[in-house]
């Protein structure tokens, strides 16, 4: 049942799972209405979807017969977290260059 | 924001701004501790506090992709757990750009896999804190309309 947890990153290498994503942000749809727009295995579907869960871009609600597939947030704020970090990494760095190289004569 | 750029100008030809750039000595002083080596293809490390909750151990591995002196330096900037496979995939590139009375050097940080899902999300969130707007709206009405706190 456990299946290694995929990073953020290699959850969207995957092609169809990005557009899956894609789909999903239009609107929530059952597993059964995406499967519809692949030409994949029902089976193959559902372990994709069970990927894009595990690493928490959607959430899975039962309603009645039906499996229905939300869209969720948390996956995409870790690249954005890392990207904003980076940002202050490089302006703290390149200050401090600045501040060598303005004082070094010329 | 999808990429990081930074453009900065120094008084200095763009031999010295140079030096600081690709002299492991030099870089120490103002960027960290690395075993960089100017040469297209050389693979090297730079070492920063782990972040867990980004996947990160601390070591930031880097390989020079592109080496042209005193104009082009690009390196990869990849980094992960600690268990071979890299979380973060990215693109370090520095640009010098010869000017009258000194040098402009550009950095791009760049090529973050998995940014072209940023603008969806954004797009997405926008849309649903238009909503929570519209829902606090009403349950601030309602609220307002039954008790007198």
Known sequence: MAQPQLDVFQVIADPSRRYMLQLLSQQSLTINSLAENFDMSRPAVSKHIKVLHAAGFISIHDIGRERHCTLKREGFTELQQWISFFDKFWITKLKKLESILNQKAN | ?149
């Open chain 2, 1 to 149: 924001m999808k990429k990081i750029s930074h453009t900065l100008f120094f008084p200095h030809g763009p031999e010295v701004v140079w030096q600081y750039l690709t002299n492991a000595d030099l870089m120490e002083l103002w960027l960290m501790k690395s075993d960089f080596l100017p040469v297209a293809g050389h693979q090297f490390q730079f070492r920063i506090p782990p972040m867990p909750q980004l996947e990160f151990d601390g070591v930031i591995h880097c390989k020079v992709l592109d080496i042209v002196p005193m104009k082009k330096l690009s390196y990869t900037w990849n980094s992960g757990p600690g268990d071979g496979k890299f979380t973060l995939d990215s693109v370090v590139e520095w640009t010098l750009h010869p000017k009258d009375n000194g040098t402009e050097l550009q950095l791009q940080h760049t090529g973050f896999k998995g940014t072209e899902h940023i603008n969806m999300f954004a797009a997405l969130e926008g849309g649903w804190l238009q909503n929570m707007n519209k829902i606090l709206k009403l349950a601030n009405t309602a609220t307002h309309g039954t008790t007198t706190a």
